[in-house]
């Protein structure tokens, strides 16, 4: 399975954009890049899943770069609501990208 | 739509006591997963079941957890007997997998916190 590396932490104020890069060296040829978000006191959250390129949705964005090393999860405008932990997974299916590592714990101040 | 659920939400015992967490998954969803998060870290897999086949449970530790997932619907986590270190919180989650089609997303329940003294 492909190992996974985020930052620890980000902080960010309110309106800015905030971009969560996660890096997967050894990322296979099937595998999908999928982002959850994860409130205290709740299960994690699917947030967007790609495979390249581009995906955009009503909550985020991914950017993945041609060679699918690297992802980034783009927040534009956050809120104080967005306070959460995001966690980037790799795999190429629902029983395969089993494993959360850390997550980036993003604070957003006022 | 009702989404994964779990209980109890939370649960206090005593170490060495037995302690079991309820899962129901989404309708329809053929993969049910049971994770374990200790604070500050990300969910640890502990079972994944297929229908009501454990497909993966290497991570499970079998001197004092098990679980099943009778009909391949409902399913069940027992902690015997719990130890100090079993304070964590038990996520339940559910996914629906079709051979050759990626789904990726896995729906979790809000969790049970289990608290051992």
């Known amino acids: 399975l492909a190992k996974t590396t985020q930052p620890i932490s980000m902080d960010s104020y309110e309106g800015q954009e905030v971009n969560i890069t996660c890096s997967h060296n050894?990322?296979?040829?099937?595998?999908?890049i999928t982002w959850y978000q994860q409130f205290p006191s709740q299960g994690p959250r699917f947030i967007i899943q790609?495979?390249?390129t581009k995906v955009t949705n009503e909550v985020a964005s991914l950017f993945i770069p041609a060679d699918r090393k690297s992802s980034t999860l783009s927040l534009p405008r956050v809120s104080l609501s967005d306070t959460a932990v995001y966690y980037c997974?790799?795999?190429?299916?629902?029983?395969?990208?089993?494993?959360f590592g850390g997550g980036t714990r993003l604070m957003v101040k006022p | 739509e009702a989404g994964v659920v779990q209980s109890p939400r939370y649960k206090i015992i005593e170490k060495k006591q037995p302690v079991a967490f309820w899962c129901n998954p989404i309708?329809?969803?053929?993969?049910l997963y049971w994770y374990l998060q200790n604070l500050g870290q990300g969910p640890e897999l502990l079972i994944r079941?297929?229908?009501?086949?454990?497909?993966?449970d290497s991570q499970l530790p079998k001197d004092r957890f098990s679980a099943e997932r009778l009909k391949g619907v409902d399913s069940t986590l027992k902690i015997q007997p719990a130890e100090l270190g079993d304070s964590a919180v038990y996520l339940c989650?559910?996914?629906?997998?079709?051979?050759?089609?990626?789904?990726?997303?896995?729906?979790f329940g809000e969790g049970s916190r289990l608290t051992v003294l």
């Open positions: 050894n990322i296979a040829t099937n595998d999908y």
């Open positions: 309708s329809g969803h053929n993969t």
């Open positions: 790609g495979y390249k």
């Open positions: 997974l790799v795999g190429y299916n629902a029983g395969n990208m089993l494993t």
């Open positions: 989650a559910s996914s629906l997998d079709v051979i050759g089609l990626n789904t990726g997303e896995l729906f």
């Open positions: 079941y297929e229908n009501e086949e454990a497909v993966d």
